[in-house]
């Protein structure tokens, strides 16, 4: 009688737990069972048999598991366009179901967070979905398939988002001059709606807190008002415009508040006085002078001169002349405007009545208002 047999795959005794079943079917005749065969069951296997003698009989076989053609493409990635904001749809078809499918983007495996989406249209179809496609989304795509074998086949393309022109100026910010406490307005015109407008003053970004007002006028129009334009608006602007695909476009300019220039509101006057007395000055502004400064007969005053430079408030200005004398009678000036200073003394008789009368020397310009009439110290002919 023959003893149950043993069996071996490569060599390694086969165990109950194993996928290979051994089967007796009659006495003498045994068999080894592999169901659902697969790549793994290729192997040499080998029965030993012993009798009740303890003698041995042995015999072996190579078993090879003819596999299915490995998994192929049958239709492969292509290399696609598609416009910005559409949906980018990239397909592979298999000849038979994949056991795995992978996708990857620029050589890192797509992962179920990212936006591109891995679709199973059909068992031997697949999609990567990429919806609102964008800038970033160009990349070289890669698909590798894995049959139930462990055989491989890949396929890859590169995608092209075309995206519409980057964003231009149509028509730029402009220098621009404005009287002060006038509004001003800074425009802009673009060739198609950014994404982004950022304005700058002197280099640096304008805040919503900020005097200056950004406006959106259409779609691609955009302002920055100036109300109640100041000195201290005066200044270099620039507008960066950004589009939905980051490209930039900016454009500058140079504002300039005019200031009035400074008046005069009450001007100086021709003035006569008596030798001894006080001469003084005086000159009124529109605002406040950046300086004065005080001439005689030409030649700029100084602190040290008898005249006496004064301020009397922010627009009123005078010059003092204490105890005029002769020496005194000159051409004054403030800055520009021009007087004339004539020096009198003692009381003038009725000489000064007659008429006509010419004088030798300097000109009484102002009809003198006082009810004592001084006489000249040039002298008088008939």
Request: proline fraction near 7%; hydrophobic fraction near 30%.
């Amino acid at each position: 009688l023959l003893c149950f047999p043993i069996r071996y795959k490569n060599g390694k005794e086969i165990a109950p737990s194993d996928k290979a079943q051994p089967k007796k079917v009659a006495d003498n005749k045994y068999q080894l069972v592999i169901p659902d065969a697969g790549k793994d069951d290729t192997a040499d296997y080998k029965v030993v048999l012993t009798d009740d003698d303890g003698n041995t009989a042995e015999s072996g076989c190579a078993l090879t598991v003819k596999l299915p053609g490995a998994i192929e493409i049958v239709k492969g990635l292509e290399d696609t366009t598609v416009p910005r904001k559409e949906t980018g749809t990239l397909e592979i078809e298999t000849s038979r179901p994949p056991k795995q499918v992978k996708w990857y983007k620029n050589g890192k495996e797509i992962s179920p967070s990212d936006k591109a989406q891995p679709k199973k249209v059909a068992e031997n179809k697949y999609q990567l979905v990429i919806p609102n496609a964008g800038k970033d989304d160009s990349a070289d795509y890669k698909v590798v398939l894995t049959d139930e074998d462990g055989n491989t086949a890949e396929s890859s393309c590169a995608l092209t988002v075309k995206l519409p022109e980057a964003i231009k100026i149509v028509k730029g910010l402009e220098d621009t001059t404005i009287p002060q406490k006038q509004t001003g307005v800074l425009e802009i015109e673009t060739s198609r709606p950014p994404k982004q407008v950022k304005w700058y003053k002197n280099g640096k970004e304008i805040t919503p807190s900020d005097k200056v007002q950004p406006k959106k006028v259409a779609d691609n129009k955009y302002q920055l008002v100036i109300p109640n334009a100041a000195k201290e608006d005066t200044a270099d602007y620039k507008v960066v415009l950004t589009d939905d695909d980051d490209n930039t476009a900016e454009s500058s300019c140079a504002l300039t508040v005019k200031l009035p220039a400074i008046e005069i509101v009450k001007g100086l006057e021709d003035t006569t006085v008596p030798s001894g007395k006080k001469a003084v000055l005086e000159v009124e502004t529109s605002k406040p002078p950046k300086q004065v400064k005080w001439y005689k007969n030409g030649k700029e005053l100084a602190p040290s001169d008898k005249p006496e430079m004064k301020k009397v408030n922010d627009t009123k200005h005078q010059l003092v002349i204490p105890d005029a004398s002769e020496e005194d009678t000159a051409d004054y000036k403030v800055r520009r405007f021009p007087c004339s200073l004539f020096s009198l003394n003692q009381k003038v008789s009725a000489l000064l009545k007659r008429m006509p009368m010419s004088f030798e020397g300097n000109i009484l310009r102002n009809a003198i208002k006082q009810t004592n009439i001084t006489e000249l110290t040039t002298g008088t002919t008939k």
